[in-house]
Nanobody, 124 residues
Framework: QVHLVESGGGLVQAGGSLRLSCAVS????????VGWFRQAPGKGREFVAG????????YYADSMRGRLTISRDDAKNTVYLRMNSLKPEDTAVYYC?????????????????WGQGTQVTVSS
């Protein structure tokens, strides 16, 4: 069973930054892809960023490109999402998700494992 635990969310003023963490517990993760999604109130879940665990390839949503950096720490089995220049419209619950296989998908239906989410609130 794979467990993902997000942390790092909170309240930040517009223009500020946050770093979200996703701790992944699994024995072997060399062929997995980890993605970040978000869901704002009244909206569907949308892809934000993703990283291939083995190769380290990264992918970003066009809407947030340039303001995000996704990275991983192999030793800690942790994926980070650094978000800069945050806007009130970035307010959402942010979820970490994982799937076996290193393929890139923005559709959340391709992800098998999900964390509980962490709230990010950006005040104007």
């Amino acid at each position: 069973q794979v467990h993902l635990v997000e942390s790092g969310g909170g309240l930040v003023q517009a223009g500020g930054s946050l770093r979200l963490s996703c701790a992944v517990s699994i024995l072997t993760f060399s062929t997995s892809f980890v993605g970040w999604f978000r869901q704002a109130p009244g909206k569907g879940r949308e892809f934000v960023a993703g990283i291939s665990w083995r190769g380290g390839s990264t992918y970003y949503a066009d809407s947030m490109r340039g303001r995000l950096t996704i990275s991983r720490d192999d030793a800690k089995n942790t994926v980070y999402l650094r978000m800069n220049s945050l806007k009130p419209e970035d307010t959402a619950v942010y979820y970490c998700a994982a799937r076996q296989g290193a393929s890139f998908y923005t559709n959340d239906g391709y992800y098998n494992y999900w964390g509980q989410g962490t709230q990010v609130t950006v005040s104007s």
